[in-house]
C-alpha cells in the first residue's frame, strides 16, 4: 500500500470536532463547536485565531493528549497509508499512543518543558523507538540521521547531554527531531517558535516545511502569528467562535480576507470580532 494519498485526498479529515471542558458543578462550557478542516498532504496549514480561541485544545483534541476535563467528540479520519483511515477520536487509548509517534507527531510551545529533565536526549530517542518496535542496533542510527536531519551534530556531546544543557533553539530542534523520528504522516507544531528569536525562528520553520513538502506529510502549524502563517503556511484556517470562519490559500486569504475577523486580524486588531 502507497505511504501517499489519492490525488486530492485529505491526510486528515476533521468533521463536527466538538471540546468541551468541564467548569465544575456537571457543567461544561463548549470551546470548540463543529470544526471542520482539510489537512493535505505535503502541506502547511496554519490554525490562527486570537489567544483563547481554542488553537491549543483544537491540536491536543486531535491527538488525544487534551488535559483532564476537557472532552472531545467528532470525527478526525487520518490516512495512515495502511488502508482505510483510522479516526483518532474513536481510538482506544492505547491505539492512539501507538499512532502518536509512529503515524502522528506533536511540538509543543515548551520544548524544554516537553522534555523529561532525568533523561538524556539519546535516552529520549531509544524510548521512543523501543515504544515502537525498532530493534536496539538501529535506535542510535536513526536517532542520529533525525537529529541531523534538524540541523544538529549529533556528537556523542549532544547525545548523552541532559535537556537543561540545550538553549532553546536546540531544544526545539530536539523536540522536532523527535516527533519526526518515526516520519509521521501528521505533525502538529503549536506555538513552537515564540520563545525563539527571529533567526532561529525561521530556520526552525524552513526545516519544518521542507520537512513535510519533501516527506509528502501535513503539518498543522498553530500560531497567533499571521507573518509566520503568510511566510510558512499554504493555507490559513482562521478559528473564532469555536469555528473555522475562513479557511484559503494563505496568500489569497490575507490578500482579501472575506470574513470581518480575519479582516481584523490582518489589521492587526486582535480584539475585533470579540
Ligand atoms: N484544561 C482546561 N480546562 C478548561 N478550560 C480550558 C483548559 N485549557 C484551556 N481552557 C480554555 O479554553 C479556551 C481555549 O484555550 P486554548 O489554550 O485552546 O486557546 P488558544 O487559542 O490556544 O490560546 P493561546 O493563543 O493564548 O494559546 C480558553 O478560554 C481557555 O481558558
Redesign the pocket.
Known sequence: MSRRAAPGAPLLRVGGLVVE???GGGAV?R?VDGLDLDLHPGEVTALV??????????ARSLIGLA????LARGSALLDTGDGAPVDLLALSRRRLRAVRGARVGAVFQEAQAGLNPTVRVGGHFTETLAAHGVPRSERRAAGAAALARVGLVPSTGLWTAYPFELSGGQAQRVAIALATVLAPRLLIA??ITSALDAVTRAEVLDLLRGQTVAAGCALLL?T?DLDVAGRWADRIAV?DGGRIVEHGRAAALLAAPAHPFTRALVGGDEGAGA
Not at 485565531?49 to 483544537?58: E, I
Open positions: 471542558a468541564a467548569t462550557r470551546i485565531g486570537r489567544s483563547g480561541s481554542g488553537k491549543t485544545l483544537t488535559p483532564r476535563g476537557v503549536d506555538e498553530v497567533h478559528l
